[in-house]
């Protein structure tokens, strides 16, 4: 494995990793559903999109939940759209804003990178009262593609005007760091979402038992 440099800028996926989707668990149980379905319906949609952009047919993440959650459920349209509403309503875990604060204060630039609905990530970093902390929030739909491709690690680099060696990306999500990986990004990944790394996939070029220890693997990196 190549050796890899200390980040310029650090991108964070946005769902699970950075935001806690209790509320639209919450909101599921309210309309009625256990809340394991939740998990079921994340799936499908990451399913669903990631699909699209193999086949080359984009779709909005909202539009790919609605999907999901027809599939999975009998709620109505209204019912749908009551539930895919509470995106809106997320706040970060805990241990995003030290993590965060940490990076800055090491003169790290941050930025959060989803495929999901703009707006989202602003409203939750907002309610955690930590958009300070993040440069920019950059959402995929920009160029109508889903990660993992490879163009949509390529477009945050360049986005932020720096080389993609340069650039890591931290996700709960095993799929979400190789993608980041093979684009020639720095991947680290944390369970949060997942018991354990993917196999199938190489391993990361950063792990740690959590956020915390990512920020710790992340400035213990050279600079050169």
Known sequence: MTARRRPLVVAFDVN??????????AALVEAGQEPGLL???????????????????????????????AQTSELDAGQRAAVAD?????????????ALRRLTAAG????????????????????????PLVE????????RTWKPAREVYLWAAGS?????????????????????QVAGL???????????????YADPHVAAADLA??????LALPDA
């Open 136 to 143: 920019r929030s950059l959402s995929s739909e920009v160029i």
């Open 39 to 69: 998990a079921t319906v994340f799936a499908r949609t990451l399913v669903t999109g990631m699909a699209g952009t193999v086949t080359g047919t984009w779709f909005r993440f909202r539009e790919a939940f609605d999907a999901a959650l």
């Open 160 to 180: 932020c005007a720096v080389a993609p060696e340069r650039m890591a990306l931290v996700a709960a999500h095993g799929w979400d760091v190789h993608g980041a």
């Open 16 to 25: 699970e990793t950075l935001l806690d989707l209790a509320p639209v668990r």
């Open 86 to 98: 509470t995106f809106l309503e997320l706040a970060p875990h805990a241990d995003v804003e030290p």
């Open 108 to 131: 790290i630039r941050v930025v959060a990178l989803t495929h999901g609905s703009p707006g989202v990530a602003e409203a939750g970093l907002e309610r955690g009262g930590i958009t």
């Open 213 to 218: 220890g990512i920020v710790d693997a992340l």
């Open 186 to 200: 720095t991947g680290a990944w944390f369970p949060r979402a997942e018991r354990s790394y993917p196999a199938v």
